[in-house]
């Protein structure tokens, strides 16, 4: 299996609809590590890190998000795979 990581973006209807905890959810089913955050200016910001296949299926799920959420813009970012996580996590502050 190919590994990569991918950094997201996330803008749009993102925050109080449990954006974050929803992400970490999927992420953590996917076996996939990394971490979600919120960003002062509204936006969600997200690293997921591994199989390729896996990753594609966590961003074509951010781009619907969880029940509420009203996703408008996805920047991608992919690059290679570090392996520096251990899980996927929910981070506070920026």
């Known amino acids: 299996m190919e590994k ?3 950094h997201l973006y996330i803008t749009g209807f993102v925050q109080g609809v449990f954006f974050r905890a929803s992400t970490r959810d999927m992420a953590v089913n ?3 590590k990394g971490w979600v955050r919120n960003l002062p200016d509204g936006s969600v910001e997200a690293v997921f890190e591994g199989g390729k296949e896996k990753l594609a299926r ?3 799920w951010c781009y619907q998000g969880p029940p509420g959420a009203g ?3 996805i ?3 992919w690059s290679e795979y570090t392996g520096e996580f251990n899980s996927f996590d ?3 502050g920026w």
Do not use: F, H
């Open 90 to 92: 929910v981070r506070y």
């Open 71 to 73: 996703v408008s813009k």
């Open 30 to 32: 996917l076996g996939l």
């Open 58 to 60: 966590a961003v074509e």
């Open 75 to 77: 920047n991608e970012k």
């Open 4 to 6: 990569g990581r991918v």
